[in-house]
């Protein structure tokens, strides 16, 4: 068994070994321009390991923040809906960005999609983000109260 694993394990560094330089030599120059990176962004909020929607929706009842990555002098968050707060240095986790602002979401706001834009010196950059519906806030008169011992017979 040893000697077949061993004789196994030998054909496929062999075979690596082989097709390396053939793959190398394949890779030859393209004509076409490779895209450029890009120089800047804006987006609300990142994506978590366990919540893979947040960028570019506000969430009610949690923190909100406003990341950008830019190039400029004074940063400066602007959006009709939202006001910004303690504008932070970056790198951030989760996002290629190197400027950060808390974000409150203006009182009234309806659900729908508004801009968010980051000027930076002389460029500005825009993204679209989305506000959900507010959820009822207030709890109907008579309503069962769920673990308060009302509804216990």
């Given at each position: 068994m040893r000697k077949t694993?061993?004789?196994?394990?030998?054909?496929?560094?062999?075979?690596?070994?082989?097709?390396g330089p053939?793959?190398?030599?394949?890779?030859?120059?393209?004509?076409?321009a490779a895209p450029a990176p890009a120089t800047g962004m804006v987006q609300l909020n990142v994506n978590t390991a366990v919540n893979q929607t947040l960028?570019?929706?506000?969430?009610?009842?949690?923190?909100?923040?406003?990341?950008?990555?830019?190039?400029?002098?004074?940063?400066?968050?602007?959006?009709p809906v939202l006001t910004?707060?303690?504008y932070t240095p970056g790198p951030f986790m989760g996002a290629d960005a190197n400027i950060s602002a808390d974000v409150e979401?203006?009182?009234?706001?309806?659900?729908?999609?508004?801009?968010?834009?980051v000027t930076c010196g002389s460029q500005t950059y825009s993204a679209q983000f989305s506000v959900p519906a507010a959820q009822?806030?207030?709890?109907?008169?008579?309503?069962?109260?769920?673990?308060?011992?009302?509804?216990a017979g």
């Amino acid at each position: 068994m040893r000697k077949t694993v061993f004789f196994v394990a030998a054909a496929v560094i062999g075979a690596t070994a082989l097709a390396g330089p053939a793959m190398a030599q394949n890779t030859g120059t393209s004509t076409a321009a490779a895209p450029a990176p890009a120089t800047g962004m804006v987006q609300l909020n990142v994506n978590t390991a366990v919540n893979q929607t947040l960028v570019n929706k506000y969430v009610r009842d949690a923190p909100n923040v406003a990341l950008a990555k830019c190039e400029g002098a004074s940063p400066k968050f602007a959006s009709p809906v939202l006001t910004f707060s303690n504008y932070t240095p970056g790198p951030f986790m989760g996002a290629d960005a190197n400027i950060s602002a808390d974000v409150e979401l203006k009182p009234g706001t309806a659900a729908g999609t508004y801009p968010l834009t980051v000027t930076c010196g002389s460029q500005t950059y825009s993204a679209q983000f989305s506000v959900p519906a507010a959820q009822v806030s207030k709890v109907p008169s008579g309503a069962a109260k769920a673990g308060d011992g009302s509804m216990a017979g």
